[in-house]
């Protein structure tokens, strides 16, 4: 996980509507896990575009990484439909959190 990514996953969470269903202790100990087992990628793919470029990185990663699934409420990502049949020539699926849960059980 880049140094990128970490600051911004530790700014989403840090979010007032996110913070409200995340504890701190919570938030902290996921950081610290995170730390210590995330998989570092390094990214050499460049994306031509999508609707926030913050997301960049993120898209990059997970194709580098050669990840499955992308979980995210998002809709830059997920409503974008060019952008997930670009994501799906990769193998990868932009799924939201109910769609991911429902697909794994």
């Known amino acids: 996980m880049s140094q990128f990514l970490f600051d911004e ?6 979010r007032p509507r996110l913070r409200k269903h995340i504890s701190l202790d919570s938030a ?3 950081e610290q896990q995170l730390k ?4 570092w990628v390094e990214v050499i793919t460049i994306l031509p575009t999508c609707r926030d470029i913050k997301d960049l990185p ?3 990663t997970a194709i580098d990484g050669k990840a499955d699934v992308i979980v995210s409420g998002d809709d830059d990502l997920r409503a974008d439909d060019v952008l997930r049949a670009a994501m799906a020539d990769c193998g990868i699926q932009l799924l939201g959190v109910n769609s991911f849960l429902a697909a794994i059980s």
Request: glycine share 0%; net charge neutral; charged share 10%.
């Open 9 to 14: 996953l530790h700014d989403v969470w840090n």
């Open 28 to 30: 902290t100990q996921l």
């Open 36 to 39: 210590l087992r995330a998989v």
């Open 58 to 60: 993120v898209l990059a």
